[in-house]
């Protein structure tokens, strides 16, 4: 949803992201955003849900998107809302934090 108020504009994002630790438990899967405000900056595997999907459709679908790996289980564990600007612009972003457990062969290539 996009609005103005006082004449900036001010945007809502929603995302589903995983944090994935590798079998030791001591390093945590990042992608490097490729666009947007967060565009060479490190972000937790995920994204925003299409019409019909729901939170952990979400999350299982964009970590094989982004990484190559299959989720076996997930436990949502936070819920986070992050107000910043950029580029005159107002971003709300709300996010579902999962603790995810993931198999296969990760995949490295640009996310988005």
Known sequence: MNEKLNGIKQVDHF???????????????LIEKSKGPYKGMLDLP???????????????REILEETGLYVQKSKQVEYLVNIFKYDKTQFRRTALIYLVQAVGNIRTRPDG
């Open 15 to 29: 995302g589903v992201y995983g944090v994935i630790f590798n079998s030791k438990g001591n390093h945590v899967l």
């Open 46 to 60: 995920g994204g925003r849900p299409e019409f019909n999907e729901l939170p952990e459709e979400t999350l299982y």
